[in-house]
Structures are given as structure tokens and as C-alpha cells.
């Protein structure tokens, strides 16, 4: 029976659970791959650490050991930080193996880069826990959505922000107690800075912009905003309206041009990610021949994590191509005029008495915050010529009630 060997860079939160279902699963694995999967070694940084591996595994914190094993077929990626990381990888693919990542930050960064060395050396790239933990999103974009056309993908990526914002509504905590809980829980980190600013989601936006479309959009024109501004007094006004703040990636294809915004919007009752709550996370994808289809599960954790660099484990092993196969799109749901289409906003600190016309006021909350329908542009132009104002898109699910019936500002 021959071996598969592999190497666990990282022996955290992710590669002590892949490091554990790899033992506990050998079984399964051996029946699909038809070769038994053994860990030869494990790289770590501090050696002073007791850690639970088995005394034949090579424990090393020199990554060239790792590089030299007479038989190496797979490195698995499980530590943070752009570097080393991405040397490492690069190394790896050059000895002809299969990589594996977790790092979003640095697939990101360098995914291109090690697809396209990947693809001259003739070996395989899994990477599916860059985005949403244990939700199978990029093998499902990847092998079920070979013919159809993805128009748009929405997705709930941070579970940190979408626990903080759950925590808000639910326990009507301030952002500061909602995000100390978290810290507590060990949900976010000590800087929480990458989950509640956007970045974190942004990097997985740019990951699955790559998988659904083939590109990303430029950087720089990408909308980032994190959920830092979210008040109690909006979460509350927003209930009003049977709305609920959750902070959503979007990415869409209009004309040549993709679009993506990672940011706080809201959503109602009808919308697939109304009820996803904690720290869950939830991808939509919307495509021409299937409608819409919505994966939810656990976005991070010792084992959700570990489940899908297993399957990437399977999916390397039975050498897929890394960088083929991108998924059709059919042109965004936006068209090209997006900023002029009209569209529904939560919004505070707009005067009841501004006579835009171009803005339609429909409901109200309270004296600061209201609901208003108005294009993106026209928004934007008037709240930001306020001191103090906040506006929010409403994607989808809102109905007006009756009792909030559209009013103009004439009738105010
Ligand atoms: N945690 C999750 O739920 C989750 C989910 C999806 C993706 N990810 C991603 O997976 C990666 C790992 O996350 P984690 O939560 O497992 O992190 P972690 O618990 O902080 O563990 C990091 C591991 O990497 C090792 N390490 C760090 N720098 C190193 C270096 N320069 N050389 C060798 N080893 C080094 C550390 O060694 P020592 O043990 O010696 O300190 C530690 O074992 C991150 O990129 C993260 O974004 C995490």
C-alpha cells in the first residue's frame, strides 16, 4: 500500500485539528485516496511547547528539514502572516508538492502567483478554508457550478462581526460589550482590527471574486468598511422595520467590470442571511440555471477548519487542476448605470426638512433616523455634506409596511 506523506505547517487552532483528523479519519481517507495519509512532520516556532504528535512525526521549527524529507507529497499551511508563509509555499510547489492553505491573508495576497507556479509544476492547490471555515463554498463554486452563469455572491464572512452585531440586537449591548464578549469567548483577537474593519472579509471577497469570476476587482475601488459605526440606537431602528444589520460581501460582474463591496448593510425578513446569527457565516450564489442557492455553517474552529482542508486534502490528492475552471457569469444584476439606480437606505442625521427632490422619504423611525429611497449617488452626495450622518444600504427582503405608507417630503 503506498503512503501519502504529508508536512503541517503551524500547529495552532488549525493544524492541531487537521493534525487530529488525520488520525481520527484514516480510515476514510484511506478508502477514498486508496494510500494510507501519514503526517512525517510538523512545523512549529516555539519547541519549547508541549504538543500532543506522535514521537515519530518530525517536529522542526527549520522549514528547510521539512523541504528535504526523502518523501514529501503534501504541505499543509496553518500559520499566519503573508511571510513566510508564501516563501514556504513556493518552496514546496518547487519540490513537485501539492499545497494546502488556511492564510487568507496571504492567498490574497500571492494566490495568483502560487496557482500559476502550481499549475507549471504540474501540482494541486486547495484552499478552501481561506473563505468561511467548514462551509464547502469554493468547491462548490469549483465542481457544481461548472455551466452556470454566477451573476452575483453574497456572503456573511466575519462570524466575529456577526456575532458582535447578533449580541447588539439580541442582549442590547454597546459595540464596545458586544466586542469584549467576543474577546472572552475567543472569538476575536486582541487587536480586533481585521474582523470589525472589514479586512478579514475582505480578503476572503477577493478570494472568491477569483474562484466566481476568474478576476478581481482593483483593490483600491473596492468599498471597505467595517461595523465599528453600528449603534444600538440604529440596530433598534432598524427593528422597527423588521430589518437587521449584518455585514455582507458582494460581488458582482457588470459589463467587464467586477464590482465588490465588503460593509454593513441591512436585510429583512425574506433574505437568506436574516437568520444567520452568531458566529455563523453564509455564502449566496446567485446563477442563471440553479437560482439561488445559500451554504450556512460554521465559518472557524479547531474542526469546521480542519473538515475543509481534509477535503482539500482528498481534492489534491486525486490532482485536480489548480487554476482552471472558473465558473461562467452572466452580466451583474446592476448593469452599468449602479449608482443611479434607485434603491432603499437606512439612514441618520439627514434634517427632516431637506427638500431634495431626488430623494423619496418612506418611513420613520425616529426624529434622526429614517428610510429612504434614492440612488447611490444622490445618497451620497447629500449625507456627506451632513456632520454627522450614516446610510445603509437595504439589500433585499424589505417591504414597507402599511403603516409606514410612502410619504414625500411635501407631506412631511
Ligand atoms: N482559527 C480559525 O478558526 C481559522 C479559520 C480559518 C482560517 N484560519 C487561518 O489559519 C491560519 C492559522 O490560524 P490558527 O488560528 O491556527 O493560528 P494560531 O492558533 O495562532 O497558530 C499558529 C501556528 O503557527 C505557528 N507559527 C506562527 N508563525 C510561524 C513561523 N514563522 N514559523 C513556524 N511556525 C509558525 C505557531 O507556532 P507556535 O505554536 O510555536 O507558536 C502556531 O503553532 C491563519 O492564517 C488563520 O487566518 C484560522
Not at 495552532?12 to 484511506?30: C, D, F, N, R
Not at 478508502?31 to 515519530?56: F, H, M, P, T, Y
Not at 476575536?188 to 471574486?209: C, H, Q, R, Y
Request: proline share 3%; charged share 25%; with cysteine.
Amino acid at each position: 500500500m503506498s503512503v501519502i506523506k504529508v508536512a503541517i505547517l503551524g500547529f495552532g487552532t488549525v493544524g492541531e485539528g487537521v493534525y487530529q483528523t488525520i488520525q481520527s479519519h484514516g480510515e476514510e481517507l484511506e478508502r477514498v485516496l486508496g494510500s494510507k495519509v501519514e503526517v512525517a512532520a510538523v512545523l512549529i516556532r516555539n519547541k519549547q511547547k508541549k504538543r500532543n504528535i506522535d514521537e515519530e512525526v518530525l517536529i522542526t521549527s527549520d522549514f528547510n528539514e521539512i523541504l528535504h524529507l526523502p518523501q514529501l507529497d503534501v504541505v499543509i499551511e496553518a500559520i499566519v502572516d503573508k511571510e513566510p508563509p508564501y516563501t514556504f509555499l513556493k518552496q514546496a510547489i518547487q519540490r513537485g508538492c501539492h499545497i494546502i492553505t488556511a492564510n487568507k491573508e496571504m492567498f490574497a495576497h500571492h494566490g495568483k502567483e502560487l496557482l500559476e507556479l502550481a499549475d507549471s509544476h504540474n501540482v494541486s492547490v486547495g484552499y478552501e478554508a481561506t473563505v468561511a471555515g467548514g462551509i464547502p463554498v469554493i468547491q462548490t463554486l469549483r465542481q457544481l457550478l461548472n455551466v452556470n452563469r454566477v451573476s452575483l455572491i453574497q456572503g456573511i464572512l466575519n462570524g466575529t462581526s456577526n456575532f458582535i452585531l447578533t449580541e447588539m440586537r439580541k442582549r442590547k449591548q454597546s459595540f464596545a460589550d458586544a466586542l469584549s464578549l467576543a474577546q472572552k469567548k475567543g472569538y476575536a483577537e486582541a487587536d480586533p482590527t481585521n474582523d470589525v474593519e472589514g479586512f478579514d472579509a475582505f480578503f476572503k471577497t477577493m478570494i472568491l471574486s477569483r474562484i466566481a469570476f476568474g478576476e478581481e476587482p482593483n483593490w483600491q475601488d473596492v468599498e471597505r468598511e467595517g461595523i465599528t459605526t453600528i449603534t444600538s440606537n440604529l440596530i433598534d431602528a432598524a427593528e422597527k422595520f423588521g430589518l437587521r444589520f449584518k455585514h455582507v460581501a458582494s460581488i458582482t460582474k457588470a459589463g467587464n467590470q467586477i464590482r465588490a463591496t465588503v460593509k454593513p448593510v441591512l436585510v429583512g425578513k425574506t433574505h437568506p442571511f436574516y437568520h444567520i446569527e452568531g458566529v455563523e457565516n453564509a455564502v449566496n450564489v446567485q446563477s442563471d440555471i440553479v437560482g439561488s442557492i445559500t451554504l450556512q455553517g460554521p465559518g472557524a474552529g479547531m474542526f469546521p477548519t480542519a473538515s475543509a482542508v481534509i477535503e482539500d486534502l482528498v481534492y489534491v490528492c486525486q490532482h485536480q487542476p489548480s487554476n482552471k475552471n472558473f465558473t461562467k457569469t452572466t452580466a451583474g444584476n446592476y448593469g452599468e448605470e449602479i449608482g443611479q439606480v434607485k434603491e432603499l437606505w437606512l439612514i441618520k442625521g439627514l434634517p427632516k426638512n431637506n427638500k431634495n427632490p431626488l430623494i423619496t422619504w418612506v418611513a420613520q423611525a425616529t426624529d434622526e433616523i429614517a428610510i429612504i429611497k434614492a440612488a447611490r449617488e444622490e445618497v451620497e452626495k447629500v449625507m456627506n455634506q451632513q456632520e454627522e450622518a450614516y446610510y445603509f444600504q437595504i439589500i433585499d427582503g424589505y417591504k414597507i409596511e402599511r403603516k409606514y405608507e410612502e410619504i414625500t417630503l411635501a407631506a412631511l
